[in-house]
């Protein structure tokens, strides 16, 4: 038989191992993914100052935070948040209002899912939106940039790999108006082949308005315009081919009423006549 433990004991444990956990709670250190999107860089720092971490909790996603308290370097410096993981690598999602894990049954369109056949669902586990003090990777953005540039951050522009691929995102990078030709402003990427000679790629123009996209246009809208007067012309034979059916059923049911009404009629005299 197990040994009961003594008045106090127990309450004793129980609060050595909650300290336990808070102070390993108080010692976790979380990593902080911070990027530029207007130089493309991007730094990852480990935190393990509560102070400083107590700057994010209850904010949620898409909330910005001033990074004055983050150190020196960040002076100024506006953040935006828009993700991150809990220790066991599950992603936040927005909109769903808690600093916890859920489970909710998601499908095509929601976040943190991907199907992978048509119309399926799944119940999947996903972080609550509201920082707390559970998670393991925090994600920014920088939306205001201070006096002073951050090594790794904001001191250089990292060159974009791969250009615009739509016509009017090629337009507005290039200030081009309608008229003129798109594919001769597209970006050409570099490159060497596997036996060492140079070349390069381009990509394939998205949504360029060319005479053969607008034939192909006129000739839908033709078809449709086709289609719209068939479907009303069969429609007003139909309504014209029902009208006559029962005007032809009417006729009948009269003549059939009538053939009833004259039988009992000659019946009558015929029992008249009879009895006379």
Partial sequence: RRPQP????GLAAGRGRRGARRRLTAAATMKINIACPMTGQQKCIDIDDEKKLRLFYDKRMSQEVE???????????????????DKQGFPMKQGVLCNHRVRLLLSKGNSCYRIRRQGERK????????VGPDLAVLNLIV???????????????VPRRLGPKRANKIRKLF???KE????????RRKFKTKTGKDADKAPKIQRLITPQRIQHKRRLAT???????????????????YQKRMAEAKAARRSEISKRRSSRRSSRRAAAEAQA
């Fill in 6 to 9: 003594r008045r106090g004991e």
């Fill in 67 to 85: 990074g004055d308290e983050l150190g020196s370097e960040f002076a100024g410096y506006v953040f935006r948040i828009t993700g991150g993981n």
């Fill in 123 to 130: 119940r999947k586990s996903v972080r609550g939106c509201i």
């Fill in 143 to 157: 939306v205001k940039k201070g006096p002073e540039d951050v090594p790794e951050l904001t001191d250089s522009q």
């Fill in 175 to 177: 200030n081009l108006s």
């Fill in 180 to 187: 003129d030709d798109v594919t001769k402003f597209v970006i």
């Fill in 223 to 241: 078809l449709k315009k086709r289609a719209f007067e068939k479907q009303k012309a069969e429609a007003a034979e139909y309504a014209q081919l």
